[in-house]
């Protein structure tokens, strides 16, 4: 198993920043990707972007080219996301989460924290 916590949501006015974190730990070698996701009430949870665990190549969202910044520290079994010029329409619930594939659709993610709130106003 492996178990994610994230940290670092909250209140944020529009343009400004957050940076989230995401501690995995337990069986972390079976690890290929770690995502990041989004959910906003009465929304379906969606991607935000996502980085290989070994080679830290990334891959966002449309929403968050430009603006978001993935990141990890493999000796600390960290990840982050940086997130910058950020709109109301970021205010979400945002889940880290684990796959032991490669990909951008939540069912391919098998492992996944209990989420953090950003509130963007305007």
């Known amino acids: 198993q492996v178990q994610l916590v994230e940290s670092g949501g909250g209140l944020v006015q529009a343009g400004g920043s957050l940076r989230l974190s995401c501690a995995a730990s337990?069986?972390?070698?079976?690890?290929?990707?770690m995502g990041w996701f989004r959910q906003a009430p009465g929304k379906e949870r969606e991607f935000v972007g996502a980085?290989?665990?070994?080679?830290?190549?990334?891959a966002y969202a449309d929403s968050a080219k430009g603006r978001f910044t993935i990141s990890r520290d493999n000796a600390e079994n960290m990840v982050y996301l940086q997130m910058n010029s950020l709109k109301p329409e970021d205010t979400a619930v945002y889940y880290c989460a684990a796959a032991r594939t490669y990909g951008s659709r939540a069912d391919e993610y098998d492992y996944w924290g209990q989420g953090t709130q950003v509130t963007v106003s305007s």
């Open positions: 980085i290989i665990w070994s080679a830290g190549s990334t």
């Open positions: 337990g069986r972390t070698f079976r690890i290929l990707t």
